[in-house]
């Protein structure tokens, strides 16, 4: 399948479970797709880009692995990625890709995430942070920054200053996540 054919294909792609479900399936048992899944996603203006980003996210959900081979052009592009509705999967593919590097299981993920790709997540995620971002994207960051700043020790300190000082005005679902990832930060110093 070409990336016009696949693009073409991705205009099937909806919020529905069994859509990205399909997609992220076919994507698995097609791994040469992988990359022009990542350069639709890349077309940033474009709006078939949050549905490769809906069936990435799913494919990662499934198989983290899977992104594994593609740490560079991912981190490396992460930053240029504004439209809500692809913000958030890519912010939730981030947390996936924490937390399986965090996880105590040894994984391949592991072997693979250099530091200036764990740089690059947390600066993207810092950015959600302080951006006008919708609360899921929020979220996302905040649970990555947490788990990956247990390498950077300039990172929990600028993560709580964040989080405190925006608790007020955010929703009620930033609020309880953000309670959540104080309270854990508050264990780590004591």
């Known amino acids: 399948m070409t990336t016009e054919q696949l693009y073409s294909e991705l205009n ?3 919020h529905s479970r069994e859509k990205r479900l399909h997609y992220s399936n076919l994507v698995l048992a097609n791994p040469d797709l992988i990359p022009k899944l990542l350069d639709i996603l890349f077309q940033v203006d ?3 880009s949050p549905r490769a980003g809906w069936v990435l996210e799913f494919m990662c959900s499934t198989n983290i692995a899977t ?3 593609y ?3 991912f981190t490396n592009n992460i930053h240029k990625v504004h439209l809500d509705s692809a913000v958030r999967p890519v912010a939730k593919i981030c947390e ?3 937390k399986a590097y965090t996880c105590k299981t040894k ?3 592991q072997h693979h995430l250099k530091n200036s790709h764990k740089e690059r997540i947390i600066e993207t995620c810092f950015d959600y942070m302080i951006n006008d971002e919708k609360v899921a994207a929020k979220a996302y960051g905040m649970t990555t920054l947490f788990m990956l700043g247990k390498e950077f020790d300039w990172v929990y300190p600028e993560l ?3 989080l405190i000082s925006d608790f007020q005005n ?3 679902a930033f609020k309880a996540r953000s309670r959540h990832i104080l309270k854990k930060l508050k264990k780590l110093k004591s």
């Open 12 to 14: 099937h792609v909806n």
């Open 46 to 48: 474009d709006k078939i």
């Open 67 to 69: 992104i594994t081979p």
């Open 71 to 73: 740490l560079d052009v």
């Open 96 to 98: 996936l890709i924490a």
């Open 107 to 109: 994984n391949d993920l």
């Open 160 to 162: 709580e200053g964040i």
């Open 170 to 172: 955010q929703s009620a």
